[in-house]
Nanobody, 129 residues
Framework: VQLVESGGGLVQAGGSLRLSCAAS????????IGWFRQAPGKDREAVSC????????KYADSVKGRFTISSDNSKNTVYLQMNMLKPEDTAVYYC???????????????????????WGQGTQVTVSS
């Protein structure tokens, strides 16, 4: 199982970025893909989740209305479109894969990160004020 994130960078507050998570080595449709972030000195935070078979999505309250998660199953890739970025969104962003049933079709994505068995290396997002 391999997950590779890309798309991070430096952006001004109010700007946008689109992160990508390219997956390989497993049956994509059986999994939920989650996005998580960790800022320096802070705990890892669950950001969003999508089930790749039926497109169920979940969002943290802090990103609702600004971030959109989507999946292109033909490319085994999940995207996180981030709009209206704020300095507090600055973090390393990780994508992770877990069996959709184990994650409760994303209903449990923010309760136990151990549900996600495979993680990418992370991509840095920096939002300047």
């Amino acid at each position: 199982v391999q997950l590779v994130e890309s798309g991070g960078g430096l952006v001004q507050a109010g700007g946008s970025l689109r992160l990508s998570c390219a997956a390989s080595g497993f049956i994509f449709d059986d999994y939920a893909i989650g996005w998580f972030r960790q800022a320096p000195g802070k705990d890892r935070e669950a950001v969003s989740c999508i089930t790749t078979d039926d497109g169920v999505t979940k969002y943290a309250d802090s990103v609702k209305g600004r971030f959109t998660i989507s999946s292109d199953n033909s490319k085994n890739t999940v995207y996180l479109q981030m709009n209206m970025l704020k300095p507090e969104d600055t973090a390393v962003y990780y994508c992770a894969a877990g069996f959709a049933a184990l994650v409760g079709h994303c209903s449990r994505y923010d309760t136990n990160y151990a549900f996600f068995g495979s993680w990418g290396q992370g991509t840095q997002v920096t939002v300047s004020s």
